[in-house]
């Protein structure tokens, strides 16, 4: 069965000077304030279009990472994923750095590093973004 996903985005003015807010189908949270410079500059307040992406990076490959691991017969106790997605004005999204610190008992380093580089390659999100870069810290704790 297919899920299709909604978010709506309202805007207001032009690029530079406008700003709008976003809003989930699922979400009961409200909307999230977007501006330009908020993507352009950074923001501790103000949502961004990478910081959506980063959101959905993070998550798909934490649900991808334990899948696997739990087909390997080593299920995590826990997974901790942060997610980098760089924006650069004028070029665009670059990349997506995944920071991973995950507790699997009865696993070695290694088989944690290619279960993990793994689920970095295959899921979804990565596979959505496969026009840049994508890099993984993984530490098994």
């Known amino acids: ?21 976003v809003t989930f189908a699922s979400s009961k949270l409200g ?32 649900m991808a990472l334990s899948n696997g691991l739990a087909q390997n017969g080593t299920p995590p106790t826990a997974v901790q994923t942060t997610a980098s997605v760089r924006f650069e004005p004028g070029v665009g999204i670059t990349s997506s750095h995944l920071a991973l610190k995950a507790v699997v008992p009865g696993l070695t380093d290694a088989q944690f590093q290619e279960i993990s580089a793994d689920a970095k390659a295959n899921c979804p999100v990565s596979k959505a973004l496969a026009g840049v870069e994508i890099t993984l810290e993984a530490t098994l704790g």
Do not use: Q, Y
């Not at 069965?1 to 807010?21: C, P, Q, Y």
């Not at 330009?36 to 910081?51: C, M, N, Q, V, Y």
């Open 31 to 62: 909307t999230f304030p977007i501006n330009w410079k908020a993507r352009s500059e950074g923001s501790d307040s103000t949502t961004t279009p990478e910081e959506l992406i980063a959101a959905a990076h993070a998550s798909c490959f934490s």
């Open 1 to 21: 069965m297919a899920v299709n996903s909604l978010a709506t985005t309202t805007w207001h003015g032009s690029l530079f000077e406008g700003s709008g807010e």
